[in-house]
């Protein structure tokens, strides 16, 4: 599974073929403040390889909203701090997303994270984005785009759900409860998406946590 930790500069990002990446957070964390945390391999037999970036971002500053998403928290309104960590074991994999309003509670005007006394952050529904799809050879690839083959000749009739679980997966979310699945377009792939169930405010010092996991059955 490939990983995409931030959009690009502008908007949110088209999701690639097979990648898993940060959803409803490009209009408050802009893609260049995405830096690299963490990285590291595996400190044991059987252990995960984990990756994980952090962005901050200052009060007075805020993304241009993507064509699929509107501007939840107006610029200045608040400072935030974002983490998101992916952790990759033989059989599973980890995705960690954390979002906190930086504003400190004891703020009066001006304070020392440069937000507004008692600022809040509305995140709206956040959480993750994510494609899987089948491993495929490139004989597979040219008979799919062979001339006369009908999309209903590649799209598996099974729901997605079942298509996960015939390719040996299951899919697990904490935090991000509101789960839709999807098939894509022609091709042998499901698309999902994990969110919070109801839009999300938060006060100076609260953080969001959730996670969602792929592993094998």
Do not use: Y
């Amino acid at each position: 599974v490939a990983v995409a930790a931030a959009p690009p500069s502008g908007g949110a990002a088209p999701t690639p073929l097979a990648g898993m990446q940060p959803l409803g957070l490009a209009t408050i964390v802009p893609a260049e403040a995405w830096t690299v945390e963490t990285l590291a391999g595996r400190k044991e037999p059987g252990g995960p390889v984990t990756f994980s970036v952090f962005a901050e971002v200052p009060a007075g500053s805020c993304a241009e909203a993507g064509p699929t998403e509107a501007v939840a928290t107006p610029a200045g309104a608040a400072p935030v701090a974002a983490r998101a960590k992916f952790s990759l074991w033989p059989d599973l994999l980890l995705c960690e997303l954390e979002v906190a309003n930086a504003a400190e509670e004891s703020d009066q005007g001006e304070g020392s994270s440069g937000g507004a006394a008692g600022a809040t952050l509305s995140l709206g529904r956040c959480g993750f984005v994510g494609q899987l799809c089948q491993a495929v050879s490139v004989s597979d690839v040219g008979a799919m785009a062979a001339p006369g083959m009908s999309a209903a000749a590649i799209v598996p009739e099974q729901p997605p759900e079942a298509l996960l679980l015939e390719w040996g997966l299951r899919l697990e979310t904490d935090g991000f409860d509101s789960m839709s699945m999807a098939h894509v377009g022609d091709v042998q792939a499901v698309r999902f998406q994990a969110v919070t169930t109801v839009p999300v405010t938060l006060s100076p010092g609260d953080c969001l946590s959730g996670h969602i996991s792929l592993g094998l059955i």
